[in-house]
Each structure stands twice: as C-alpha cells, then as structure tokens.
C-alpha cells in the first residue's frame, strides 16, 4: 500500500513563506537602487565648508587691513618726527637774525677804530664782544658766508653792483659788503657783495 503524502507545494504553486522571503528579497534589492550614494555627496561642498572658506576670506582681508594701518601709522610717526626735528633745528631762527645786526655794528666799530692808542682798548673789548656772538650763534648751528675772491653763488649770495676788475675773473665777488649766514645749512642771510665783470671793449 502506498502512503499517501499530502502534495508539497512546489516552486511553481508558491510556498507562501517563500514567497513572501522573495518578495523581502526583491524589496531590499529595489531598496538598494534608491539608496543615497553618501561617497559621491562627501565630494560636494556643505553650507558648513562654504561658511569656513568665507570666514578664511574675510580673515585674510582683515589681517591685510591691519599690516596697511600699521604702514600708515608707521610713515604718519616717522613724518612727525621729521617735523619735530626741522622745528627743533629752526626754531631759533629769529633769534639768530635779530643778533646779526648786532654782530654787523661791532664789525663796524672795529673798522673804524683805526691804528690810535686810544683806541687799542676799545677796539680789543669789542673784537672779544664779537668772537663771544660768534661762538654762541656757531653753538646755534650759525655760519658766516664771506664768498670774496669765489665765484659768484646766487643761492648765498646778493650782487649788489658789477665792477671792472682786471686781475679778477669775471663773474667773480671781489668785495663782501655785508657778510651772509647760515643755520644749519640753510640761508638765513645772503651776502651782499660786488661782483666783478668783463673788461668793457674799446
């Protein structure tokens, strides 16, 4: 007697828990197609990538700011000390001027005083009066231009007349009338003096 076993289902009738493994099966299959490829987005920049690359930008700029104001601060200090210095070099140039004028009438004095006995004691008090103003005005930065017998400078010195002069070379000074000063390399007087000419032709 054969035994009779109940029909198996097969592949084709469908196992209802197979199936249902297949249909599982092709769901995590089309799941897979739907899937975000994270590799391919790590590639594209975020808000936050973008955020750090503009901060980078502006730190950039405001570090470049920073070293162009030290520049200008750096130039505008040195400016000033410049003009601090030129104050301080010329600030006295008033002063020094107004002592010129004493200096030219004790120059007078001695001219005038001649060769008299009388006149030894004055002429020595007044010589050492005039070397104690020169002293003072050189500690000034103060300097005597007397251009005699040098060619005619017009930056440091004032023709007051042209001579004929025939053993001196045209265009030279051959009489300083008033003598000029300097401070400090600048001309704070010219000389007045006579400057000598070509022979006129006959």
Not at 95 to 107: A, H, T
Not at 136 to 156: M, R
């Amino acid at each position: 007697m054969v035994d009779e076993r109940p029909d198996e289902p097969t592949e084709e009738e469908g196992d209802p828990h197979h199936a249902e493994a297949a249909d599982s099966a092709q769901i995590v299959e089309g799941d897979d197609e739907g899937l975000v490829d994270t590799e391919g987005d790590a590639a594209v920049p975020s808000e936050e990538d973008a955020g750090v690359a503009e901060l980078a930008a502006e730190l950039e700029a405001a570090k470049d700011a920073a070293l162009r104001a030290q520049a200008d601060a750096m130039n505008a200090q040195r400016r000033a000390e410049q003009e601090i210095e030129k104050a301080r070099k010329f600030a006295l140039e008033r002063f020094c001027g107004d002592l010129l004028s004493v200096v030219d009438n004790l120059e007078r004095a001695l001219e005038s005083s001649g060769d008299e006995q009388g006149s030894a004691a004055l002429a020595e008090g007044v010589e050492l009066t005039r070397k104690g103003f020169m002293d003072v005005l050189a500690k000034y930065g103060v300097e005597a231009v007397d251009p005699t017998g040098e060619p005619f400078d017009p930056e440091t010195a004032q023709a007051m007349s042209m001579v004929e002069q025939p053993d001196a070379e045209p265009n030279s000074v051959v009489a300083v009338m008033q003598k000029g000063y300097l401070l400090n390399g600048r001309l704070l007087r010219p000389a007045m003096v006579m400057v000598a000419k070509a022979p006129s032709a006959e």
